[in-house]
């Protein structure tokens, strides 16, 4: 057999990362009410299914959106032989005025800097082609998005370099943290070509703030690197504070930047739900970045049956305004739902506004503070509670105990089973690791897995009765 090349045969994919592992958990058995009772429920897929019937409404009332309808075949012809790299113009006017709004008008989007790709992974890869060199590097603050491992680095042979952010400040970005990676960096012999952050956080649901934004502006400013703000989850705030683009920061009077430095990345994958129509968007200020972008964009184009349709939706000004606010309102409402549930049995997580996951806290579950641990946590998540969440060491989080678990992803039914499965397995294992005669003494009662648990639950809901053979937890160590 012909040897294949390096590409082909090398592993950057990523596809041994265990947050690629739970999602073929989930492909062999996945949950199904009927079906698969006992099947795994997919929390590690960060998908908004939460408006699609809003969204079908405007879809029934609007046939002529489509091609495949009476009302809209007259455009087939026309859909099906355009080809242009630069997109449909209405494509663009529509996207580019979407992206403001979804601002809150306090940006403006030059549609001819809308560059089409196939999704965000294209429009990530595209931006790197666009920047760096095989060899070179960008800086990524952590946790981040595992997927950037693949859509960065795979085929480009850029490196990431990570900035490591602590959760003693809930993971902020530093001054500190930027300079600590530059310097790591250059003693490695990296030429770091940029800075990519994302904002709203994947995976912290969490988004920066103007001081923080400032910071990072000026630190790529003064490094001459290039800035990659990754806004797809923009719409997805759904509580204050209120979003703020980079876009925003460099209009500012206090702010000196070289917008040659700056592009975006979006996609209507997370903000709209759409990840099937692949809607990847590159915005840059630099005309050659524009230029070249546009012309790697025919590897990756968005079919014109999708731009046909999107823009019909998104020129409906009435549909985008009442979208973005039902969009933000029912995330609200499962975020506060799934939030709340989780503390009813002492399990906490990361303050967050924004995105369609929580960064759940579980080092009180680890049997010890390390990476080894949190495996041995996560994989009795999957096989014993059978659900598929992502530990944060794939995030390149490096503080073990931290899990990204995705909550807009499926209706409220399958929700209140995942609770409750969370629920069983925090109890069982909480019944199980207390020793009898420590449950009579209320005030000193202190549960733990293999570490001290302070508080987790109230001593009313325990039983003394709970044999310790039944928590899987301790058949994991054994």
Request: proline share 5%; hydrophobic share 40%; glycine share 6%.
């Amino acid at each position: 057999m012909a040897a294949m090349s390096k590409i082909a045969t090398g592993n950057g994919h990523g596809e041994n990362s265990p947050y690629f592992d739970g999602w073929k958990a989930y492909e062999t058995n996945p949950f199904h009410p009927i079906d698969r009772p006992d099947g795994v429920i997919q929390m590690g897929l960060a998908e908004n299914q939460l408006c699609f019937d809003f969204i079908k409404k405007w879809l029934i009332k609007h046939p002529e959106a489509s091609l495949c309808t009476a009302q809209g075949v007259n455009k087939f012809k026309e859909m099906a032989l355009f080809q242009d790299y630069h997109g449909m113009p209405e494509f663009r006017r529509a996207v580019a005025k979407f992206m403001g709004k979804v601002r809150g008008g306090r940006v403006k989007f030059d549609p001819d800097r809308i560059v089409m790709s196939g999704g965000a992974t294209g429009a990530h890869e595209t931006v790197a082609f666009c920047l760096a060199d095989p060899g070179e590097a960008f800086l990524v603050p952590t946790p981040y998005y595992p997927g950037f491992d693949r859509d960065l680095k795979w085929r480009t042979g850029v490196e990431l370099v990570p900035v490591h952010c602590e959760s003693s400040n809930n993971f902020k970005i530093t001054k500190d943290a930027l300079e600590a990676a530059y310097v790591k960096a250059q003693e490695a012999n990296l030429r770091v070509k940029g800075l990519l952050v994302t904002n709203p956080s994947n995976p912290l649901g969490t988004i920066l703030d103007r001081e923080t934004l400032k910071n990072v502006v000026n630190f790529i400013n003064e490094k001459n690197i290039h800035l990659i703000g990754d806004e797809i989850y923009a719409a997805t705030v759904f509580m204050e504070p209120e979003f703020v683009s980079i876009l925003e920061i460099i209009e500012e009077d206090d702010v000196e930047c070289n917008r040659d430095l700056i592009h975006i990345v979006y996609s209507l994958s997370k903000d709209m739900g759409f990840p099937g129509f692949r809607v990847g968007i590159v915005y840059s200020y630099n005309d050659a970045v524009v230029s070249c972008a546009r012309k790697m964009s025919s590897f990756g184009l968005v079919s014109s049956q999708t731009q046909h349709l999107i823009a019909s939706m998104l020129s409906d000004d009435d549909f985008v305004e009442d979208f973005i606010a039902e969009s933000k309102d029912l995330l609200f409402k499962r975020h506060k739902n799934f939030t709340w549930s989780l503390s009813q049995v002492g399990i906490g997580s990361l303050k967050s506004n924004a995105g369609l996951f929580i960064w759940m806290d579980l080092r009180k579950l680890l049997r010890e503070k390390t990476f080894e641990a949190e495996m041995e946590l996560w994989r009795v998540i999957i096989n014993e509670v059978k659900l598929n969440v992502s530990p944060g060491s794939s995030f390149h989080c490096h503080e073990p105990g931290w899990f990204r678990v995705c909550f807009a992803n499926m209706d409220d039914n399958t929700m209140a089973v995942a609770l409750s499965r969370i629920r069983t397995f925090v109890l069982k294992n909480n019944e199980a690791m207390v020793p009898p005669r420590k449950l009579c003494r209320r005030s000193s009662l202190k549960l733990s897995l293999s570490r001290r648990m302070d508080d987790l639950m109230s001593p009313s809901i325990l039983s003394p009765h709970s044999p310790l053979p039944q928590s899987p937890l301790v058949q994991a160590r054994t």
